[in-house]
């Protein structure tokens, strides 16, 4: 287990989430049964509400671990290094980390735009 940052429109969610849902002690669990706050939710359970989450959401058909990568690519969006990505990920290598940075037409853009201040 490890201590990630939030971006403050996230942290605001999930605190206003916990504040309703979520037992005051610090083992309290995010994701649990419906009134079963000491059970944490596990398997086809997890991913049935999941599933229905999303298409309630309007998003388009993904997998709950896609929300780790959707997170790790947003944050190489953001600017974060490679370094940063391996350990906010955990991960122990920089391949694996380079799967979130990902090369993207509108970046390439804006880079080259940049090199006039440059040459």
């Keep these: 287990m490890r201590d990630v940052a939030l971006p403050p ?3 605001a969610r999930l605190k206003d989430h916990m504040s309703k ?7 309290g669990l995010i994701i649990h049964y419906p009134g079963k706050p000491d059970e944490f939710m596990r ?7 999941f599933d229905k989450a999303v298409k309630a959401a309007g ?3 993904m997998r709950f671990h896609d929300l780790r990568h959707t997170g790790l690519t947003a944050f190489a969006r953001a600017g974060a290094t490679a370094a940063e990505l391996m ?13 979130y940075q990902h090369a993207e037409l ?4 804006q ?6 201040t440059v040459i």
């Excluded at 398997?43 to 509400?49: D, E, T, V």
């Design 9 to 11: 429109s996230i942290l």
């Design 21 to 27: 849902y979520v037992q005051s002690s610090r083992e």
């Design 43 to 49: 398997g086809k359970h997890l991913k049935n509400r």
């Design 59 to 61: 998003l388009p058909r």
């Design 87 to 99: 350990h906010r990920a955990g991960h122990s290598d920089i391949e694996t980390a380079m799967i």
């Design 106 to 109: 509108a970046r390439d853009k």
């Design 111 to 116: 880079l080259a735009a940049a090199m006039d």
